[in-house]
């Protein structure tokens, strides 16, 4: 994982191990999903006290990570030939 993403948590007994901040029992997707929808960040921070701008911040970081894209490059397999029985 990135040295930048260091609030972004995984634990299989918080939330089934999916990505949370800081061990907390909020979601990555959660945070996302209000930042999405147009919620202000002042906004997620008085609903969730708990958090602070860094960790909303870590979130947009995380799903800009997992959205980066990759190329991958695929060797050509060689066409198999038919036979022809008779």
Known sequence: MLKQLDRIT???????????????????SLILNLVANGKPNQEILEEYPDLELEDIK???FYAAWLA??????IEKKQELQRFSFQ
């Open 10 to 28: 995984f634990d299989p007994k918080i939330m089934t191990g999916k990505a949370c901040i800081r061990g907390m029992r909020i979601p990555v």
């Open 58 to 60: 870590q979130c947009l």
């Open 68 to 73: 980066e894209e990759r190329v991958i490059p």
